[in-house]
């Protein structure tokens, strides 16, 4: 059950709520979010045991806590087992002596005390206990110097050795030296080493009230903070590194024989200071605070910079105490330095103050019970707070001390460090960012308070007409643009006020700038290029799908030409662009905006309107095009114009440029050029037909339509050739004489057929003779044509005309029947002669006989001949007949092997009697199937037909034999 006093000292606790910020949270689009944290930035505890005695002095370290108590006893306790503790009996070490201090180290295993002598003939004396050592010994070398403050090594992991020290004495003495447990000696520790190394004082009896060391980066520099009760000394240099342990003496040598220098100096009248540093989590000293008469010097360490070699910390300044209602304030016995907060202790309170306003934020009032506060004191491993009275010992928890910092930042206007403290909190982010846009808006900083403002959750009509009322477009743009990058893609209504806005005010600008002829202006340029890049914008190209119309019409009505054609560029809306060029007749331009676009289908859209206005620039451009364009494409633009010379003979020269550059073969396209030269130009109709050949599949246009087209025209020259082409010849003939006879005749060469050529002429002939009657124009037709002869043109001559007239013509005529007749004969006489040799040869034939002996074999096998049915060729070769079928089978072709295959099927499957039936022919079946079979097999030797040729290129050796082969060869 808690006390009475428990009661009272709790509620003497009492933690300052800090102020509200100065602007109002209606700033914040966060209206409900709950803004404080409730819980106790400190708060303390007191621990369950009682010492023995009234405690005089305190140290913790590393979860071990000492305590000195007047009767003379040492109290420890591990406080990770907190109900095991023990008491060791100091007095009976030193009896005559007073103890002035206790110090552990931050490992909590090395225990120094200091004593002075209650008399004049004793002498001070420091003593070293170990933690796990219940026996006091004496450092010898310690007499005559009254250690009043220990810098211990922070870098020591040893539990048998403290590492490196530095002692501070009353008279101002820096001692250096190193302690060893030694459990051999009963009355000593080992001494390393023991030297003084620097007189603070230079003479006079100034005590040292603390002192600490650290090492700078991993470097083989230290820096050294040494404090008396008005003076604060700062010593930095490289030490001697030996057997990996630093020396600190060599640090101290530029400061023997310069005058005193690096100190920082505050008048007070106590007897004592204090000092402390705070540790990051890396266990860097980040801060120091030194605890004086006037008040807490605070500043941030710094000794890497190079700014001020004389000073190894910056933003330096002086923390009053807070007030107090008593008149007359006494000042605090001691301290413990946090991240932000500073708890100074008193006889009889603990209060905190912010070390970034200076504020109150704590005071808890001790009672009397528990006696006067003797210390208060820092555990610098595990970071915790402990606060000792004469009977009780109280730790202190801190809970999110840095909660309040952000708002403190925030009004010493540094919103970055506000921001970090904040945590992400989106709610005093808001606030920040409000706050800090307000200042620079205030200073006139206004695209600088745009940017921010588009942080926040301001209202957007509030901050816009801001700007507005001032006039600042510039600053209104990039609040503009910092909201847009802010919205998501779903707030497209949103996202399309803010580009049409955007664009509104970008077309102003401009546009005032070109009223006011200043459009090379460098303010014009800069302009010019942010509107550019705004138009790229992702967000904004896309919202332009919804808006173009809009922006277009803004675009026009500012008059802004340039710009609307670039934005058609982005969009590839280029038909907006060329349609306005054509409505106001500036052809010209819209010619070259289509080249410049390359987008072919434009070219098919605008080509009826741009050739009927300017026919030849229009061309130009469409042969400048080349094969980027179809041609068959712009045809309804070629039909759609007048029909005068100009436009026809612009067309024509760009469909002649087509094919004769880039064989143009759409028939499309040639039969509307054979029609412009069938109506406009009938010379280069011919030259056209000529080009294109007599070959009916090789010509690009329809033969057929050009016949009418050019039978409607009477353009006889052309279908004379057209009809040659279509192999019309009677009709081309007949038209050819219309013309020209030499046409006619040149019609008539051209068929391939002896009798229709030969019919052609005949009509030629006939023509030419019936209404002539001319006989030298006869005979030169029988020159001219090998195929017509004389008998063939006398019926065409009339009756009056007699035989005299043709006497040479008909003599020459038979003198070739005569030649031709002998021809024959003699022909004839060859092939009766040939016949009788072939007769002789058969007869001879049936009667040749050929011998087998005994002993002859087989060609193929080698086994003899006799054993097998055979074959015997006439040229000697003798072969089995299954070695020859076997042989001659795979070389067949299908049809043929087929038919063996079923052969000797109905010779092995026929019966006996079946096979003995006689046929149609009076041979019986099977002589009849062997016949076939022989004609298949045997129609010639195997080794002297063609089946040896056709072998020519088969190995000799077969695959599967040529193992074996090499074998017998070997």
Request: one cysteine or more; aromatic letters at 10%.
């Amino acid at each position: 059950m808690t006390s009475i006093f428990d009661q009272y000292e709790q509620a003497s606790q009492v933690s300052q709520r800090s102020k509200p910020v100065s602007e109002a949270m209606t700033s914040s689009g966060y209206i409900t979010m709950q803004m404080e944290d409730n819980t106790p930035m400190f708060s303390k505890q007191k621990m369950n045991f009682n010492p023995s005695d009234t405690i005089t002095h305190v140290s913790v370290a590393n979860d071990y806590l000492v305590l000195a108590m007047a009767n003379g006893k040492l109290f420890r306790l591990d406080l990770k087992q907190p109900d095991k503790h023990e008491e060791i009996e100091y007095t009976k070490f030193h009896p005559n002596a007073k103890l002035t201090g206790i110090f552990l180290d931050p490992l909590g295993y090395h225990l120094l005390l200091a004593f002075i002598a209650r008399n004049k003939d004793g002498y001070p004396e420091l003593v070293y206990l170990h933690r796990k050592s219940s026996k006091l010994k004496s450092v010898s070398k310690s007499r005559n110097y009254e250690v009043t403050e220990v810098g211990w090594n922070y870098e020591n992991l040893s539990e048998n050795s403290t590492g490196p020290i530095l002692l501070g004495t009353s008279q101002g003495h820096i001692l250096e030296t190193e302690l060893e447990a030694d459990s051999d000696r009963m009355f000593t520790v080992n001494q390393q080493y023991w030297r003084q190394i620097f007189d603070i004082g230079r003479g006079t009896d100034i005590p040292i009230t603390g002192i600490q060391f650290h090492r700078v980066g991993t470097s083989n520099k230290f820096f050294i903070f040494i404090t008396t009760p008005t003076r604060l000394y700062q010593f930095i240099g490289n030490a001697v590194t030996t057997d990996g342990k630093p020396s600190l003496q060599s640090i101290f040598y530029p400061y023997l024989t310069t005058p005193e220098t690096g100190f920082q100096e505050i008048p007070s009248t106590l007897k004592y200071s204090r000092l402390q540093f705070y540790f990051d989590k890396n266990n860097i000293p980040k801060t120091f605070a030194w605890l004086t008469e006037p008040g807490v010097f605070y500043g941030q360490l710094d000794p890497t910079s190079q700014q001020n070699s004389n000073s190894l910390f910056t933003q330096g300044e002086l923390i009053n105490y807070p007030p107090d209602s008593e008149p007359k304030t006494e000042a605090p016995l001691a301290f413990v330095l946090t991240e932000f907060h500073v708890l100074l202790m008193y006889s009889d309170k603990v209060k905190a103050i912010s070390l970034l306003n200076q504020e109150l934020v704590y005071e808890d009032t001790y009672s009397v019970s528990h006696g006067k506060l003797k210390n208060i004191i820092k555990d610098p491993k595990r970071r915790t707070i402990w606060a000792v009275t004469d009977k009780a010992v109280f730790r202190y928890k801190v809970v999110r001390e840095e909660r309040n910092v952000w708002r403190i930042y925030c009004d010493r206007e540094q919103f970055n460090l506000a921001k970090e403290y904040c945590h992400h909190n989106p709610a005093f982010v808001d606030v920040i960012n409000v706050k800090h846009a307000e200042l620079l808006y205030s200073k006139g900083d206004y695209e600088g308070s745009a940017r921010i403002y588009a942080e926040s959750k301001s209202s957007f009509e509030t901050v816009c007409l801001k700007f507005l009322e001032k006039e600042q477009i510039n600053a209104l743009k990039v609040y503009l643009s910092s909201r847009l990058e802010a919205l998501e893609e779903e707030d497209k209504t949103l996202i399309s006020m803010i580009v049409i806005w955007m664009t509104e005010l970008y077309l102003s600008q401009l546009g005032l700038l070109r009223r006011s002829g200043k459009t090379n202006s460098e303010q014009y340029h800069q302009i010019q290029s942010d509107f550019e890049v705004f138009l790229l914008h992702p967000k904004v190209s896309k919202c332009m799908q919804y808006v173009k119309s809009v922006i277009y019409d803004l675009m026009s009505s500012h008059g802004d030409k340039q710009n609307l054609i670039k934005l058609t560029l982005i969009n590839e809306d280029y038909e907006n662009v060329v349609a306005q060029h054509i409505y106001k007749k500036s052809y010209l331009e819209a010619l070259n905006m289509l080249q410049t676009l390359k987008k072919p289908d434009l070219f098919y859209q605008f080509a009826p309107v741009l050739i009927e206005e300017t026919p030849k620039h229009t061309v130009n451009t469409l042969i400048s095009q080349g094969a980027k364009l179809n041609p068959a494409k712009l045809l309804p633009a070629f039909l759609s114009c007048e029909t005068d010379e100009t436009h026809v003979t612009e067309i024509i020269r760009y469909l002649e440029f087509m094919h004769q550059n880039f064989n143009v073969k759409d028939k499309a396209i040639h039969n509307y050029l054979l029609t412009l030269y069938v109506e406009h130009d009938n010379d280069a109709l011919m030259r056209y037909l000529e080009r294109q050949g007599s070959d009916v599949t090789m010509v690009n246009y329809d033969v057929h339509y050009a016949l009418r087209l050019c039978r409607e025209k009477k353009l006889s020259s052309a279908c004379v050739k057209l009809s040659a082409l279509l192999e019309l010849w009677e009709a081309a003939v007949e038209l050819a004489l219309q013309v020209d006879l030499a046409l006619a005749k040149s019609v008539a060469d051209m068929t391939r057929d002896a009798e229709t050529q030969r019919s052609l002429w005949l009509y030629i002939a006939e023509h030419v003779i019936t209404k002539n009657q001319d006989l030298k124009e006869a005979m030169s037709f029988l020159k001219e044509c090998p195929l017509i002869k004389i008998e063939d043109i006398l019926p065409f001559f009339s009756d009056v005309v007699t035989i005299d007239h043709f006497r040479e013509p008909i003599c020459q005529s038979l003198e070739e029947y005569n030649n031709q007749i002998e021809e024959l004969k003699a022909e004839m006489e060859d092939a009766t002669k040939s016949a009788e040799y072939v007769r002789g040869e058969i007869a001879s034939f049936r009667g040749r006989a050929a011998v087998v002996g005994a002993g002859a074999a087989c060609a193929q096998c080698g086994i003899a001949l006799l054993l097998r049915p055979f074959y015997l060729f006439p040229c000697g070769h003798r072969l089995h007949a299954d070695c020859l079928l076997a042989e001659v089978q795979p070389a067949l072709g299908p049809a043929r092997r087929n038919k063996l295959a079923d052969l000797q099927r109905q010779l092995s499957v026929l019966s006996n009697i079946e096979l003995s039936t006689a046929t149609s022919s009076g041979l019986p079946l099977r002589e009849v199937l062997r016949n076939e079979l022989d004609d298949i097999v045997a129609t010639e030797c195997i080794f002297c037909g063609e089946y040896m040729i056709s072998c020519i290129d088969k190995p000799f050796i077969p695959d599967e034999d040529w193992d074996r082969v090499m074998k017998e060869w070997e």
